[in-house]
Each structure stands twice: as structure tokens, then as C-alpha cells.
């Protein structure tokens, strides 16, 4: 079973930085992508950024320029560093990791979420 724990949210300032940190661990045959979605209270829970195996990363138009995601490949370990955050970058935020559980079969697994809060 793949577990994720994630850490590093909390309450900031507008405009203040922020870094969270999700580390996976279980069976995994090759990991496929690591990512972080976040969901504001009312609201549909969105993509804020993936990285994949080869590098190429993703981001939402509202964190691009702000926020920035890398990996450590050795340790599974995926981070977000958080810029210039807003008020509306407050939500709960999730780790996620697309992985093959076997050569041909893949899965996706969550963490449990942290929480950042930004006040104006």
C-alpha cells in the first residue's frame, strides 16, 4: 500500500512564502508522476502543479510565477515552494502520486492533505 505523508502548511501572511513537503513510500514498480491539488473551502478541488518522471512540470495559470515544484527522485519525495501567496491561495493541500503498481498496471494515490492559510 502507498502512503504519502505530507507537511509543512500553516498560517502566513499575505505575500509570505510557504514550503510543503510530501514523502511517498509503499510498493511502487515506477512512479509516473508527482503532483499537488489543493481545495479552498466551497470550491472544486484543482491541479496546482505535477512533475513527471521525465522532468516536464505543470502548473496552474493562478501559481504560475509564484509557486515552484520539485522532486527528489532517490527519496520519492516531491515539494512545493510557495511564493507570494495571496488570500485565495488558502486551502487544504493535497499530495498525490500516479504511479505503476506492476509493469502494466497504474494507480494514484492521495496524502491526507495540510492545510495553508493566508491572511490579507
Known amino acids: 500500500q502507498v502512503q504519502l505523508v505530507e507537511s509543512g502548511g500553516g498560517l502566513v501572511q499575505a505575500g509570505g512564502s510557504l514550503s510543503l513537503v510530501c514523502e511517498a513510500s509503499?510498493?511502487?514498480?515506477?512512479?509516473?508522476?508527482m503532483g499537488w491539488d489543493r481545495q479552498a473551502p466551497g470550491k472544486e478541488r484543482e491541479l496546482v502543479a505535477t512533475?513527471?518522471?521525465?522532468?516536464?512540470?505543470n502548473y496552474a495559470d493562478s501559481v504560475k510565477g509564484r509557486f515552484v515544484i520539485s522532486r527528489d527522485y532517490a527519496g520519492n519525495t516531491v515539494y512545493l515552494q510557495m511564493n507570494n501567496l495571496k488570500p485565495e491561495d488558502t486551502a487544504v493541500y493535497y499530495c498525490?502520486?500516479?504511479?505503476?503498481?506492476?509493469?502494466?498496471?497504474?494507480?494514484?494515490?492521495w496524502g491526507r492533505g495540510t492545510l495553508v492559510t493566508v491572511s490579507s
Open positions: 509503499g510498493s511502487m514498480f515506477r512512479i509516473i508522476s
Open positions: 498525490n502520486v500516479y504511479y505503476y503498481s506492476d509493469p502494466v498496471s497504474h494507480d494514484i494515490a
Open positions: 512533475i513527471n518522471s521525465g522532468n516536464s512540470i
